[in-house]
């Protein structure tokens, strides 16, 4: 159980276009869902915290409305990449908490943006 | 000072040797400590996780936490070219479903057969 899955896998878009990611729990219910963007060789960085049914709060330093997310349901939140720029490719990976009040986070197999 | 520490490594150690990685944190109220386990180009897993000081142990993994220094430890016994991968330190910030969690900066580990 506990699978969370990041659709697409991989995406490759041009400069400008906007790319739509998407995060499931696929098992579970996820009050809360996290974003993170991971850089080569570096470790995860939060950009947002996504509640259902509310605003996502993002962390200090990363641009609300470049990086667009909905939870619009207790399994789905999305990230949107506004007007991607090549320094926006990057890992970027999911994780949902379960509603249930655990700790524990279940991530996403990350989605690989590259933006040309 | 960063809210925790870790060793980026690369550590390269020969099959079968025991690995010690380690993480030290800054902030007391954490009580709640984790470590993943992140293949490359996979999301991080959850390896082990403990509340309190001492250690934990789960096959050939043990956590070890001293809360008086601050000091956080994961051991890998008899260690695979399976375990070859970037571990992190993780330690949430609360107890809440919305709680952040704070991640080290990961070490990679390299097994050599």
């Known amino acids: 159980g506990a699978v969370v899955s990041q659709h697409p896998s991989w995406v490759i878009c041009k400069s400008g276009t906007s790319v739509k990611i998407e995060c499931r729990s696929l098992?579970?219910?996820?009050?809360?869902m996290f974003w993170y963007r991971q850089f080569p060789k570096q470790s995860l960085m939060l950009m947002a915290t996504?509640?259902?049914?509310?605003?996502?709060?993002?962390e200090q330093g990363v641009e609300k409305d470049k990086f667009l997310i909905n939870h619009a349901s207790l399994t789905l939140s999305t990230l949107t990449v506004t007007s991607a720029h090549p320094e926006d490719s990057s890992f970027y990976i999911c994780?949902?908490?379960?509603?249930?009040?655990?700790?524990?986070?279940?991530f996403g197999p990350g989605t690989r943006l590259t933006v040309l | 000072q960063k809210e925790v520490e870790q060793d980026p490594g690369p550590l390269s150690v020969p099959e079968g040797a025991i690995v010690s990685l380690n993480c030290t944190y800054s902030n007391s109220a954490f009580q709640y400590f984790m470590w993943y386990r992140q293949y490359s180009r996979k999301g991080p897993e959850l390896l082990m996780y403990t509340y309190s000081s001492g250690n934990k142990e789960d096959g050939r993994f043990t956590a070890q936490v001293d809360k008086s220094s601050k000091y956080i430890s994961l051991f890998i016994r008899d260690s695979q070219p399976s375990d070859s991968a970037t571990y992190l330190c993780?330690?949430?910030?609360?107890?809440?479903?919305?709680?952040?969690?704070?991640f080290g900066s990961g070490t990679r580990l390299s097994i050599r057969p």
């Open positions: 994780s949902a908490r379960w509603s249930g009040g655990s700790n524990e986070q279940f």
């Open positions: 993780a330690l949430p910030s609360g107890y809440s479903s919305a709680s952040k969690i704070i």
């Open positions: 996504s509640n259902e049914g509310s605003k996502a709060t993002y």
């Open positions: 098992d579970f219910q996820a009050t809360t």
